[in-house]
């Protein structure tokens, strides 16, 4: 079964740093595009970024960009996004996706989530 | 930016409904629109690809038609395990979702 799992939400103060972790398994993860997806409490969904298969490519939102980093590991079969500058409006469930049809993206495996929480 | 607009923001109908929600592009999107559902506490499903393609093992009663600006998602009857909140998402460049439908019963 295609799972995606992923780790490293945390509480973090304003200014700080999370690197958040995916792992892959059940699916040919080097064959696929890979992204972040994030919700907010209440809110609707939000793209966040993405790295095509090979690791050569990243796209980011304009909300993240400059502040954020995704990267893989293709031996590992991970996926990675570091989030610097954090902000209270970076506070989100951090989905980790497979990108089935990039770069017509369409997201059609998903992590269960992971919690960062940005407050002092 | 172009702007996704999901209509309406929130519905309530009965079981057997013909249920109907609209997503608008702000320009010309052709067909590169994907719509999604999403369960209270669990991750979203991908429900409908490249504006009116089903994903395998979604219902029938799921689908999907549009192009350019305007898009419908539409569930035929009503069902009990479609109560969610539905996304609309775009392709063209970069990714950008609609602000959600919840579906209520």
């Known amino acids: 079964e295609e799972d995606l799992v992923e780790s490293g939400g945390d509480l973090v103060q304003p200014g700080g740093s999370l690197r958040l972790s995916c792992v892959a398994s059940g699916l040919t993860f080097t064959a696929y595009a890979m992204g972040w997806v994030r919700q907010a409490p209440g809110k609707g969904l939000e793209w966040v970024s993405t790295?095509?298969?090979?690791?050569?490519?990243?796209w980011y939102a304009d909300s993240v960009r400059g502040r954020t980093t995704i990267s893989r590991d293709n031996s590992g079969n991970m996926v990675f996004l570091q989030l610097n500058g954090l902000r209270v409006d970076d506070t989100a469930t951090y989905y980790c996706?497979?990108?089935?049809?990039?770069?017509?993206?369409?997201?059609?495996?998903w992590g269960r989530g992971t919690i960062v929480t940005v407050s002092s | 930016d172009i702007q996704m607009t999901q209509s309406p923001s929130s519905l309530s109908a009965s079981v057997g409904d013909r249920v109907i929600i609209t997503c608008q592009a702000s320009?010309?999107?052709?067909?590169?629109l994907n719509w999604y559902q999403q369960k209270p506490g669990k991750a979203p499903k991908l429900l409908i690809c490249d504006g009116s393609n089903l994903e395998t093992g979604v219902p029938s009663r799921f689908s999907g038609s549009g192009y350019g600006t305007f898009f419908t998602l539409t569930i035929s009857s009503l069902q009990p395990e479609d109560i969610a909140t539905y996304y609309c998402q775009k392709h063209d460049s970069l990714p950008i979702f609609g602000g959600g439908t919840k579906v209520e019963v």
């Open positions: 320009r010309d999107i052709t067909n590169h």
């Open positions: 996706v497979r990108d089935k049809n990039y770069p017509r993206d369409a997201f059609d495996v």
């Open positions: 790295i095509t298969a090979d690791g050569t490519v990243t």
